[in-house]
């Protein structure tokens, strides 16, 4: 089993950054290909990055260049920089596998999160 804590949102302005951690405790086999997720209120839960073990990274074409995702595996943690925030932007943002059937097989239930709010 896997264990994720997300940490790092706050409210801050357009144009700011932040940088959001995600914890990970448990089978180091488990955590492979990571993603950032994010649910913004009335919307399904989306892809926004992911990263494999080698450091491959695909985008979701709204954040393409202004956010980047990171890991460092010697302490299971995957981390998510954010530059040129945009109201859009707002969501709670999960960490957890890029693969359903690798969530169901390690159990990597989904965390609490972490709010990211971009206001005016």
């Known amino acids: 089993q896997v264990h994720l804590v997300e940490s790092g949102g706050a409210l801050v302005q357009p144009g700011d950054s932040l940088r959001l951690s995600c914890a990970a405790s448990g089978s180091t086999m488990c955590f492979s290909v990571m993603a950032w997720y994010r649910q913004a209120p009335g919307k399904e839960r989306e892809v926004v990055a992911s990263i494999t073990k080698e450091g491959g990274t695909l985008y979701t074409p709204s954040v393409e260049g202004r956010f980047t995702i990171s890991r460092d595996d010697a302490i299971m943690t995957l981390y998510l920089q954010m530059n040129n925030l945009k109201p859009e932007d707002s969501a709670v943002y999960y960490c957890?596998?890029?693969?359903?059937?690798?969530?169901?097989?390690?159990?990597?239930?989904w965390g609490q999160g972490t709010q990211v709010t971009v206001g005016s």
């Open positions: 957890n596998a890029d693969s359903a059937a690798v969530r169901a097989m390690c159990e990597m239930e």
